[in-house]
């Protein structure tokens, strides 16, 4: 099945900074990554997704970008602010409805 | 418009008891997905529904099951519980659409205490 790798686990970042989380994934057929942010005490928001026909795609201060050849993709966050701080989690699927494979999540602390 | 709601928001239980958790999608969504966030061991799928069928499941004993409801709201039984179980459910849910199926929306979860 799918495994899916998350780095780094914690990243700290001073406010204003840019922040980056790489995924790696392992099955060639997946074709939908979407990235959630999870706030404490709360359920994980969808931030931004990739399918796979599409190298890159931004969002305001988000952006992602897909290496289909190398099986990895990342999320890159500009001029991070304080409310960015929270766990971040990419997944990967074989499509936007089938059951998504989580990596392990990477905690993202911004300090003001 | 309404999120995914879930009910309990917590759940505290004995081991070997059964707990019942249940979820209600977004309006005019069909399928819903329920994943287990256990501490450490980050977010794993259990289920999904779809038209009131099971689609997929996880790699989870039996005694996790679970159904859909011709409104599109499901419930997951727990059954035999075990201490492991302690962990945060989250529902998801998702629509069919032209192009296919759009992404999954998280609920806030039910955490479950087992004892």
């Known amino acids: 099945g799918e495994n899916v790798e998350q780095h780094p686990s914690t990243l700290s970042v001073q406010e204003g900074d840019s922040a980056v989380i790489k995924c790696t994934y392992s099955?060639?057929?997946?074709?939908?990554f979407p990235w959630y942010k999870q706030e404490l005490g709360k359920g994980p928001q969808l931030i931004i997704d990739?399918?796979?026909?599409?190298g890159e795609k931004k969002d305001q201060r988000i952006a992602v970008t897909l290496n289909k050849t190398a099986k990895h993709f990342s999320l890159h966050i500009t001029e991070t602010q304080p409310e960015d701080s929270a766990v971040y989690f990419c997944?990967?699927?074989?499509?936007?409805?089938?059951?998504?494979?989580f990596g392990g999540g990477t905690r993202v602390l911004v300090k003001p | 418009e309404a999120g995914v709601t879930q009910s309990p928001t917590h759940l505290i239980k004995t081991r070997g008891q059964q707990a019942t958790l249940r979820c209600s999608p977004i309006?005019?969504?069909?399928?819903v997905y329920w994943y287990q966030q256990a501490l450490g061991l980050g977010l794993q799928f259990l289920l999904w529904?779809?038209?009131?069928?099971?689609?997929n499941r996880g790699n989870f004993p039996p005694r996790f099951s679970g159904r859909q409801f011709p409104n599109y709201s499901s419930e997951l039984n727990v059954n035999a519980l075990e201490l492991e179980d302690s962990a945060l459910y989250l529902c998801?849910?998702?629509?069919?659409?032209?192009?296919?199926?759009?992404?999954?929306?998280f609920g806030p979860g039910t955490r479950l205490l087992v004892l």
């Open positions: 998801a849910s998702s629509r069919l659409w032209a192009g296919g199926r759009e992404t999954q929306y």
């Open positions: 099955d060639s057929a997946s074709n939908y």
């Open positions: 990739i399918r796979s026909n599409v």
């Open positions: 997944a990967a699927s074989k499509a936007a409805g089938n059951k998504l494979t």
């Open positions: 309006s005019g969504h069909t399928s």
């Open positions: 529904y779809d038209e009131g069928e099971e689609r």
